[in-house]
Nanobody, 124 residues
Framework: QLQLVESGGGLVQPGGSLRLSCAATGHMSEVNHVAIAWFRQAPGKEREWLSCIDGSSESDKYLDSVKGRFTVSRDFAKSTVHLQMNSLKLEDTAIYLC???????????????WGQGTQVTVSS
């Protein structure tokens, strides 16, 4: 199982940007080969899938409400997946978590490893 650690959260004004990172450690045959997804959970709401990047970085997917504002990318050298978030809105406030799939494709929706999350607060 991979170990995932998120970072990069914080307080930002509406319209601002943040870049989240998800650093993966574990068995090298998995670290850079499995799909990584981002989720968020706001108080009183269910966990929401946001984005996924596959093991080869050839495919990425987004929730409609963040498409065009969020971009997922992968740094193979650092075994890290980033989520660049632009044009942030008040409703983007949540704890953001990354999760590793058990397979290279984002079509595989069973996530076997989760990070602890990083808080993102959008407020004026």
């Amino acid at each position: 199982q991979l170990q995932l650690v998120e970072s990069g959260g914080g307080l930002v004004q509406p319209g601002g940007s943040l870049r989240l990172s998800c650093a993966a450690t574990g068995h090298m045959s998995e670290v850079n080969h499995v799909a990584i997804a981002w989720f968020r959970q706001a108080p009183g709401k269910e966990r929401e899938w946001l984005s996924c990047i596959d093991g080869s970085s050839e495919s990425d997917k987004y929730l409609d409400s963040v498409k065009g504002r969020f971009t997922v990318s992968r740094d193979f050298a650092k075994s890290t997946v980033h989520l660049q978030m632009n044009s942030l809105k008040l409703e983007d406030t949540a704890i953001y978590l990354c999760a590793a799939s058990g397979a290279p494709s984002c079509s595989h929706t069973i996530f076997t490893s989760w990070g602890q999350g990083t808080q993102v607060t959008v407020s004026s």
